[in-house]
Protein backbone atom coordinates (compact mmCIF):
# COMPACT_ATOMS: atom_id res chain seq x y z
CA UNK A 1 0.00 0.00 0.00
CA UNK A 2 1.24 3.35 -1.19
CA UNK A 3 1.12 6.41 1.62
CA UNK A 4 -1.00 9.11 0.01
CA UNK A 5 -2.59 7.13 -2.77
CA UNK A 6 -6.27 7.55 -3.07
CA UNK A 7 -7.08 4.34 -4.52
CA UNK A 8 -4.96 2.27 -2.24
CA UNK A 9 -7.06 3.44 0.25
CA UNK A 10 -10.71 3.30 -1.05
CA UNK A 11 -9.27 -0.42 -2.42
CA UNK A 12 -7.92 -1.56 1.17
CA UNK A 13 -11.12 -0.52 2.72
CA UNK A 14 -10.04 2.94 4.67
CA UNK A 15 -12.48 5.32 2.58
CA UNK A 16 -16.40 4.86 3.13
CA UNK A 17 -16.77 3.94 -0.95
CA UNK A 18 -19.60 1.34 -1.36
CA UNK A 19 -18.15 -1.70 -3.51
CA UNK A 20 -20.08 -3.42 -6.47
CA UNK A 21 -17.74 -6.04 -6.13
CA UNK A 22 -14.48 -6.97 -3.84
CA UNK A 23 -12.46 -10.11 -4.02
CA UNK A 24 -8.86 -10.97 -2.68
CA UNK A 25 -7.22 -8.67 -5.45
CA UNK A 26 -9.20 -6.49 -6.68
CA UNK A 27 -12.32 -4.15 -6.12
CA UNK A 28 -15.14 -2.63 -7.85
CA UNK A 29 -16.79 0.72 -7.39
CA UNK A 30 -18.83 3.77 -9.05
CA UNK A 31 -16.63 6.60 -10.54
CA UNK A 32 -17.72 9.63 -8.41
CA UNK A 33 -18.01 12.06 -11.25
CA UNK A 34 -19.12 9.76 -14.07
CA UNK A 35 -18.71 10.09 -17.60
CA UNK A 36 -21.73 7.73 -18.59
CA UNK A 37 -25.04 6.38 -17.01
CA UNK A 38 -22.78 3.87 -15.85
CA UNK A 39 -19.28 4.46 -14.98
CA UNK A 40 -17.49 1.62 -12.68
CA UNK A 41 -13.64 1.69 -11.92
CA UNK A 42 -11.47 -1.49 -11.47
CA UNK A 43 -9.12 -1.17 -9.12
CA UNK A 44 -6.37 -3.74 -8.33
CA UNK A 45 -5.71 -3.78 -4.02
CA UNK A 46 -1.67 -3.53 -5.10
CA UNK A 47 -0.12 -0.58 -5.90
CA UNK A 48 0.23 -0.39 -9.48
CA UNK A 49 1.12 3.12 -10.96
CA UNK A 50 -0.09 2.95 -14.56
CA UNK A 51 0.26 0.38 -17.23
CA UNK A 52 3.83 1.56 -18.07
CA UNK A 53 4.67 -0.36 -14.80
CA UNK A 54 3.19 -3.34 -15.70
CA UNK A 55 5.68 -6.42 -15.24
CA UNK A 56 5.63 -10.26 -15.89
CA UNK A 57 4.27 -10.82 -12.74
CA UNK A 58 0.81 -8.74 -13.51
CA UNK A 59 -0.35 -10.46 -16.23
CA UNK A 60 -2.62 -12.50 -13.68
CA UNK A 61 -4.15 -9.45 -12.58
CA UNK A 62 -4.34 -7.86 -15.83
CA UNK A 63 -6.62 -10.45 -17.58
CA UNK A 64 -8.24 -10.55 -14.20
CA UNK A 65 -9.61 -6.77 -14.92
CA UNK A 66 -10.55 -7.39 -17.66
CA UNK A 67 -12.61 -10.41 -17.07
CA UNK A 68 -14.33 -8.96 -13.91
CA UNK A 69 -15.03 -5.67 -16.37
CA UNK A 70 -16.90 -8.24 -18.62
CA UNK A 71 -19.01 -9.40 -16.07
CA UNK A 72 -19.71 -6.09 -14.59
CA UNK A 73 -21.21 -5.18 -17.74
CA UNK A 74 -23.32 -8.13 -18.05
CA UNK A 75 -24.21 -7.30 -13.94
CA UNK A 76 -25.30 -4.19 -15.17
CA UNK A 77 -27.59 -4.31 -17.86
CA UNK A 78 -25.00 -3.07 -20.52
CA UNK A 79 -23.36 -6.18 -22.26
CA UNK A 80 -25.84 -6.13 -24.90
CA UNK A 81 -26.18 -2.40 -25.84
CA UNK A 82 -22.14 -2.22 -25.38
CA UNK A 83 -19.59 -0.37 -23.27
CA UNK A 84 -15.96 1.48 -23.46
CA UNK A 85 -13.24 0.14 -21.25
CA UNK A 86 -9.97 2.33 -20.82
CA UNK A 87 -6.86 2.63 -19.15
CA UNK A 88 -5.83 6.57 -18.86
CA UNK A 89 -1.87 5.97 -18.96
CA UNK A 90 -0.12 8.85 -17.45
CA UNK A 91 -1.16 12.94 -17.16
CA UNK A 92 -0.32 13.23 -21.17
CA UNK A 93 -3.24 10.10 -21.71
CA UNK A 94 -5.67 11.92 -18.96
CA UNK A 95 -4.86 10.03 -16.20
CA UNK A 96 -5.22 11.96 -12.51
CA UNK A 97 -4.79 9.23 -9.76
CA UNK A 98 -1.29 7.07 -10.24
CA UNK A 99 -3.18 4.02 -9.12
CA UNK A 100 -3.92 1.41 -11.91
CA UNK A 101 -7.34 1.35 -12.59
CA UNK A 102 -9.52 0.38 -15.58
CA UNK A 103 -12.61 2.23 -16.52
CA UNK A 104 -16.45 0.76 -17.84
CA UNK A 105 -18.25 3.12 -19.51
CA UNK A 106 -21.86 2.42 -21.02
CA UNK A 107 -25.68 2.57 -20.67
CA UNK A 108 -25.99 5.54 -23.25
CA UNK A 109 -29.31 5.88 -24.90
CA UNK A 110 -29.04 4.68 -28.81
P1 LIG B 1 -8.18 8.83 -14.44
O1 LIG B 1 -8.38 10.17 -15.08
O2 LIG B 1 -8.10 7.70 -15.45
O3 LIG B 1 -7.01 8.82 -13.47
O4 LIG B 1 -9.49 8.52 -13.65
C1 LIG B 1 -9.66 8.74 -12.29
C2 LIG B 1 -11.13 8.66 -12.03
O5 LIG B 1 -11.33 8.50 -10.64
C3 LIG B 1 -11.94 9.88 -12.48
O6 LIG B 1 -12.92 9.50 -13.43
C4 LIG B 1 -12.56 10.38 -11.17
O7 LIG B 1 -13.87 10.87 -11.34
C5 LIG B 1 -12.51 9.15 -10.29
N1 LIG B 1 -12.47 9.39 -8.86
C6 LIG B 1 -11.69 10.28 -8.20
N2 LIG B 1 -11.91 10.21 -6.87
C7 LIG B 1 -12.84 9.22 -6.68
C8 LIG B 1 -13.47 8.67 -5.55
N3 LIG B 1 -13.21 9.09 -4.31
N4 LIG B 1 -14.38 7.70 -5.73
C9 LIG B 1 -14.68 7.27 -6.97
N5 LIG B 1 -14.11 7.73 -8.09
C10 LIG B 1 -13.20 8.71 -7.95
ZN1 LIG C 1 -2.24 3.05 -4.77
Known amino acids: MEKDCLFCKIAHG ?5 F ?3 NERLVV ?3 IKP ?3 IHLLIV ?5 RSINDLTEANRGIISEMIMIAKEMAKKMSV ?7 LFNVESGGGQAIFHLHLHLMGGWKR
Open 44 to 48: PKEHI
Open 79 to 85: SESGYKL
Open 20 to 22: LYE
Open 14 to 18: EASTE
Open 35 to 37: HAP
Open 29 to 31: FKD
